[in-house]
């Protein structure tokens, strides 16, 4: 790899990397740009169904760090975004980690009983990896998986690059993943 000839920081120092994860977990932490980021993953949610999740302290007790998520306010959906400039493939590992953490702070499932007879009703949580990286990606790595014996975590990868939006969220001046 070549280096770079000048002072700039490059995407390997942890500063600019933190800088882009900031703006991006600052960006998208309201409901109305959730559902802009959302609808850019080719999903549809409306504003009024939805409930930002701020993670960020509850997660750090753990050590971890989530980007952003939602949940839908009826608890049917979770949702967990990464943003990454970089391919990972152990972005599905790392969503596990974080669903666990947040079912649990969340209390997600206290209404119900865990040791009883009957099956508890789970939430359905989606993992999104938002890729904005130089590199094109190839479908094959468009969904990640992780295979921990009987457990099986799939992340999906969407390119957020702005050359590769629909052209009317590109147009879209108002528009949170456009923006960004």
Do not use: C, W
Not at 88 to 99: D, G, H, I, S, W
């Amino acid at each position: 790899m070549e280096e770079q000839n000048d002072n700039r920081p490059s995407i390997k120092d942890s500063s600019v990397r933190n800088s882009r994860a900031n703006l991006f977990a600052y960006v998208f932490s309201n409901e109305a740009a959730l559902v802009d980021l959302y609808q850019g993953l080719g999903k549809e949610i409306s504003v009024e169904d939805i409930e930002y999740l701020s993670l960020k302290d509850m997660l750090q007790r753990t050590g971890r760090y989530n980007d952003t998520a939602f949940r839908t306010k009826d608890n049917r959906i979770i949702v967990f975004v990464e943003h990454q400039s970089t391919q990972n493939k152990n972005m599905p590992f790392r969503f596990l980690e974080y669903a666990v953490d947040a079912i649990r702070v969340l209390k997600v499932l206290a209404d119900q009983n865990r040791f009883g007879e009957k099956l508890m009703a789970f939430p359905k949580i989606e993992f999104y990896v938002a890729y904005n990286g130089k590199k094109a990606i190839k479908e094959a790595d468009k969904t990640l998986v992780v295979d921990l014996g009987d457990i099986r975590v799939t992340a999906q990868v969407v390119d957020i690059r702005f050359d590769n939006l629909p052209k009317e969220k590109a147009e879209d001046s108002q528009d949170a993943l456009a923006g960004y």
